[in-house]
T-cell receptor, first 111, second 114 residues
Framework: EDKVVQSPLSLVVHEGDTVTLNCSYE??????LLWYKQEKKAPTFLFML????IEKKSGRLSSILDKKELFSILNITATQTGDSAIYLC???????????FGKGTSLLVTP | ETGVTQTPRHLVMGMTNKKSLKCEQH?????MYWYKQSAKKPLELMFV???????ENNSVPSRFSPECPNSSHLFLHLHTLQPEDSALYLC?????????????FGNGTRLTVT
């Protein structure tokens, strides 16, 4: 059965800290891994990763995929209170139409 | 504005009520989805439509009934729900089913079943 595991499940940091969120997966026929940020309601798309070792970057956020070890990390540097959210990892495969989501990491950035 | 609009934002209903959730997307996408998000659980896919045709029903109880009259609109009809159905119901769309494009989510309907 396909599985996506995120860690930690929750995290509290101070503004300015750097955080690393983890996502490991076991899926058949892997196609891509996606990161979403969910603040109040709608998850919003951050990154899609398909190849190992190529870092995707957007401002203070970056992410990388390791297809050999089957995991991805999402880094946030110089965190701000606006980064407080749930970060969702999802894996897409050729086996079906559903994205397999992890439970998410709840990040709280305190002033 | 996410491009995917869901109404209502909040809904409280009794177990004998019938209600409907509505989703509309303004992105020109052809695939639409219903997801259920419960506390401390991963998002669960409920239904998938591609070009108005239902392609997946993920073992969802019949008290949930989807309807997709066109590629821009998706409904979820609810009747005789249970308290454990209380959750955030998220609608999403993508360009075409299976083309590896990201999902765009609406803000969801927070449903409480009393």
């Amino acid at each position: 059965e396909d599985k996506v595991v995120q860690s930690p499940l929750s995290l509290v940091v101070h503004e300015g800290d750097t955080v690393t969120l983890n996502c490991s997966y076991e899926v058949t026929n892997f196609r891509s891994l996606l990161w979403y940020k969910q603040e109040k309601k709608a998850p919003t798309f951050l990154f899609m990763l398909t190849s190992s070792g190529i870092e995707k970057k957007s401002g203070r956020l970056s992410s990388i995929l390791d297809k050999k070890e089957l995991f991805s990390i999402l880094n946030i540097t110089a965190t701000q209170t606006g980064d407080s959210a749930i970060y969702l990892c999802a894996v897409d495969s050729n086996s079906g139409y559903a994205l397999n989501f992890g439970k998410g990491t709840s990040l709280l950035v305190t002033p | 504005e996410t491009g995917v609009t869901q109404t209502p934002r909040h809904l409280v209903m009794g177990m004998t009520n019938k209600k409907s959730l509505k989703c509309e997307q303004h992105l020109g996408h052809n695939a639409m989805y219903w997801y259920k998000q419960s506390a401390k659980k991963p998002l669960e896919l409920m239904f998938v439509y591609n070009f108005k045709e239902q392609t997946e029903n993920n073992s969802v109880p019949s008290r949930f009934s989807p309807e997709c009259p066109n590629s821009s609109h998706l409904f979820l009809h609810l009747h005789t729900l249970q308290p454990e159905d209380s959750a955030l119901y998220l609608c999403a769309s993508s360009q075409v089913l299976g083309d590896n494009s990201p999902l765009h989510f609406g803000n969801g309907t927070r449903l409480t079943v009393t």
